[in-house]
């Protein structure tokens, strides 16, 4: 029985999606639950999962195709396993005919066709890939490539010049695309000014030296230094509230509660993942989530609602080695907090010339909204908890 394979019901967030990949290709054999496509979105990668066991019968959504909710993207057939138990005579001699006419078939556009010819290559023995099994200039350069290179895995395509330099041509990612345009509308629409400061991280350090055996036993999650942030974030936006509001036209919103997003990098690009409700939760459970995020965002398992909101973002620059930057808004928000590499400097502390973990913050605003005065105290703020710990149990 022939079964329409549709793409996954968007968010009401998300308008349309990309064919990124199909993990099967027509006539391929799949098992029941199986992923066999894959649609990114502007904000998550999105999966096809088999309806059951069964075979492709035709991809209607190619690669790079715009898909919309619900939409069919390809046929399936839970029937062809049983018809297709052929004996092993009659499947030589069906894969015989199918490579003849394979090879018979295959057409060639005019600017893979000079490439052949320029090569002298046998249009048989290279891979198609085009609609109607048309052998694409793509096609014809990655043969080239991989007779160069035989025991190369290496798929991506490389456009070769005339000085023997090579130059590779990718679509941009959804996401990408989307981070690109969203950092410029940041740019272009808001007053962004950073202010900065530093921060001794000796205090933390000392804690996490002195407990983080301890902390790791009882809540099977690492102490880090971020988990300290968040809270040192949420206790200043309680004492700065228009930190936590944001513009809505002329209008502006004061968010009653502190979601706070934590910027993650991964391979696809910058997500942020929000910590939902962060003041009413412990400095043990706040790591626990920063850790369920950090993995589900290389994995790219992030859901949309675990991205949405958001009133405070921060992000951690350091882990890269970054020493100072100025972080960009992170729209609708007000403010950012960047975070920066922890470094060993020479200050002066009741007189005296000590050597001690210094980092550099970094918190930009905008200033439509937020004058120097608040945002400058309100990195002090979070300067001072920092310093002083005990301030973050006392709610200082």
Same mark, same amino acid.
């Given at each position: 029985?022939?079964?329409?394979?549709?793409?996954?019901?968007?968010?009401?967030?998300?308008?349309?999606?990309?064919?990124?990949?199909?993990?099967?290709?027509?006539?391929?054999?799949?098992?029941?639950?199986?992923?066999?496509?894959?649609?990114?979105?502007?904000?998550?990668?999105?999966?096809?999962?088999?309806?059951?066991?069964?075979?492709?019968?035709?991809?209607?959504?190619?690669?790079?195709?715009?898909?919309?909710?619900?939409?069919?993207?390809?046929?399936?057939?839970?029937?062809?396993?049983?018809?297709?138990?052929?004996?092993?005579?009659?499947?030589?001699?069906?894969?015989?005919?199918?490579?003849?006419?394979?090879?018979?078939?295959?057409?060639?556009?005019?600017?893979?066709?000079?490439?052949?010819?320029?090569?002298?290559?046998?249009?048989?023995?290279?891979?198609?890939?085009?609609?109607?099994?048309?052998?694409?200039?793509?096609?014809?350069?990655?043969?080239?490539?991989?007779?160069?290179?035989?025991?190369?895995?290496?798929?991506?395509?490389?456009?070769?010049?005339?000085?023997?330099?090579?130059?590779?041509?990718?679509?941009?990612?959804?996401?990408?695309?989307?981070?690109?345009?969203?950092?410029?509308?940041?740019?272009?629409?808001?007053?962004?000014?950073?202010?900065?400061?530093?921060? $001794?991280? /000796?205090?933390?350090? @000392?804690?996490?030296?002195?407990?983080? *055996?301890?902390?790791? !036993?009882?809540? &099977?999650? %690492? #102490?880090?230094?971020?988990?300290?942030?968040?809270?040192?974030?949420?206790?200043?936006?309680?004492?700065?509230?228009?930190?936590?509001?944001?513009?809505?036209?002329?209008?502006?919103?004061?968010?009653?509660?502190?979601?706070?997003?934590?910027?993650?990098?991964?391979?696809?690009?910058?997500?942020?993942?929000?910590?939902?409700?962060? $003041?009413? /939760?412990?400095?043990? @459970?706040?790591?626990?989530?920063?850790? *369920?995020?950090?993995? !589900?965002?290389? &994995?790219? %398992? #992030?859901?949309?609602?675990?991205?949405?909101?958001?009133?405070?973002?921060?992000?951690?620059?350091?882990?890269?080695?970054?020493?100072?930057?100025?972080?960009?808004?992170?729209?609708?928000?007000?403010?950012?907090?960047?975070?920066?590499?922890?470094?060993?400097?020479?200050?002066?502390?009741?007189?005296?010339?000590?050597?001690?973990?210094?980092?550099?913050?970094?918190?930009?605003?905008?200033?439509?909204?937020?004058?120097?005065?608040?945002?400058?105290?309100?990195?002090?703020?979070?300067?001072?908890?920092?310093?002083?710990?005990?301030?973050?149990?006392?709610?200082?």
């Amino acid at each position: 029985m022939t079964i329409e394979i549709k793409a996954p019901t968007f968010p009401e967030s998300v308008a349309d999606g990309t064919i990124a990949n199909w993990l099967k290709k027509e006539g391929d054999t799949v098992k029941q639950d199986e992923i066999i496509a894959e649609i990114e979105t502007d904000k998550v990668v999105l999966e096809v999962i088999a309806p059951n066991e069964g075979t492709l019968l035709k991809i209607i959504k190619n690669e790079g195709d715009i898909v919309l909710s619900a939409e069919i993207i390809g046929e399936f057939d839970d029937t062809a396993i049983a018809s297709s138990k052929l004996t092993p005579t009659k499947k030589i001699q069906e894969a015989t005919e199918e490579n003849k006419e394979t090879t018979i078939d295959k057409k060639t556009g005019p600017a893979a066709k000079k490439l052949i010819s320029e090569n002298n290559l046998d249009k048989g023995s290279i891979e198609a890939s085009g609609k109607g099994n048309r052998v694409t200039k793509e096609d014809v350069i990655n043969h080239i490539e991989k007779s160069k290179n035989p025991n190369s895995n290496d798929n991506k395509v490389n456009i070769s010049l005339s000085n023997n330099r090579s130059e590779k041509r990718v679509p941009m990612s959804r996401l990408r695309a989307t981070i690109a345009n969203r950092l410029l509308t940041v740019k272009q629409n808001t007053a962004m000014l950073t202010t900065f400061n530093e921060v $001794d991280m /000796q205090p933390i350090k @000392e804690l996490r030296a002195k407990y983080g *055996e301890e902390f790791l !036993k009882q809540h &099977d999650v %690492k #102490l880090g230094f971020m988990g300290f942030f968040v809270i040192a974030a949420v206790q200043a936006l309680k004492k700065f509230p228009l930190v936590n509001a944001s513009i809505d036209g002329s209008d502006i919103v004061y968010h009653g509660y502190q979601d706070i997003g934590v910027a993650v990098s991964t391979e696809r690009g910058l997500v942020v993942p929000v910590i939902k409700d962060a $003041d009413t /939760q412990s400095l043990p @459970e706040i790591e626990k989530s920063i850790l *369920e995020y950090s993995i !589900k965002a290389r &994995d790219g %398992k #992030l859901s949309i609602d675990e991205m949405q909101g958001g009133t405070f973002t921060i992000s951690n620059g350091g882990i890269f080695g970054s020493l100072l930057s100025t972080p960009i808004l992170n729209a609708p928000q007000t403010a950012i907090l960047g975070m920066h590499s922890i470094q060993d400097r020479p200050v002066a502390v009741n007189g005296q010339v000590v050597i001690r973990p210094m980092m550099y913050l970094a918190m930009s605003y905008d200033h439509r909204l937020l004058d120097g005065k608040e945002a400058v105290s309100f990195l002090v703020s979070i300067k001072e908890q920092l310093e002083s710990p005990e301030r973050l149990l006392l709610n200082l």
